[in-house]
């Protein structure tokens, strides 16, 4: 319960998800597994059962599911139902992090008059529909400073506010060890294993890490991720093409990417568009891994350059290649580059500290809300 004399806020966060396959999802339960419960009641809506709801729940969240679907036109029964559940379970504030639950949110926050902040994870949107999403939205928030040229033609820069994501040290640190992947695969203890973790897609740019591969000596690469049918059926074409089907080893979509990173490496991320600020970067650092990341986005704020990794141009394989090759041949690099990303993660990137400044900024926009509302009682 709320201290005495104390409002306890009742918060509506929004998914398009009902697994934990993103980094986003693993923001969400973070912030709300850290939540102060004293202060913010978190309840979620998601767009039905499954991992997600289990990990909410599992956080300390009360789960609502229905699915919004897509936005091909206003659907009124949406709207409906989002302001039938404010109403019954008096939400204060919506936390919104995709494109069309922000618009069913927002045009919802803007007829119960609440405040909506909009979580925004990806340098890339449309312009259109960018323009609404924020003219609904009471504040916005980026992961990463980069992400502000996505917004460089909106004036009102009060409503814009960076705050990174986080990574739980003490969970990260000793999450349950998981039978070894290299045993898994039978990779040798001394083969130097680099790792590429995330979503398989045409932004995610395996294609180019893959050509990197055939100029990297003495190592192998994990391959860990889902994704489009087509693409990963390119990327594993390119294997056999470039006749390094002996050192890639696609493992699919995995849940023990903890115990994974903790046995890889380098962290290779040759992703060229699209991205935020990768949660597999800050993990990779917290694990003591050196990262090779390319100048994409929020990329070059998590990896110092030079001194916890390197950031490369974008589709340069030859450079992906020649980083690579550098970290695998020197191991006393490699060592010195993790001490020296898990040092950064500590001073920057913990999930205390991204709590700490969006509860924050919560209390700062139901203080402003609470004070129009009375206004507007006044008069």
Known sequence: MAGKGRKRYNILYTTSFASMMGGGQWSLYYLIKHLNKDIFHPIVLCPKEGELADKMRAAGSEVVSFNMGRIRYVNPLVIKKLINLIKESRIDLIHTDSSTETFYAGITARIMRIPLIWHIRTSEGEWFLDRILSLLSTQLIFVANAIESRFDWLKDTQ?????????????FDNFPVTPSIRAEFKINKDTVLLGCIGRIEKRKGQEYLIAAMRLVDNAKLLLVGSGEEKYVKRVKTLFEEFEISDRVIHVGYR????SIIKEIDIIVFPTIRGEGFPRVILEAMAAGKPIVATDNAGNPEAVEDGITGYIVPLKDSLALARRANELVLDKEKRDRMGAAGKKRVVKNFTIEENVKKTQ????????????????????
């Open 159 to 171: 409503k814009m506010v960076v705050i990174y994501n986080g990574i739980d040290l003490d969970e």
């Open 255 to 258: 849940q023990d990417i903890s």
């Open 360 to 379: 924050k900024l919560y209390l700062n926009i139901l203080e402003k809300s609470n004070k129009k509302k009375d206004g507007a009682r006044t008069n």
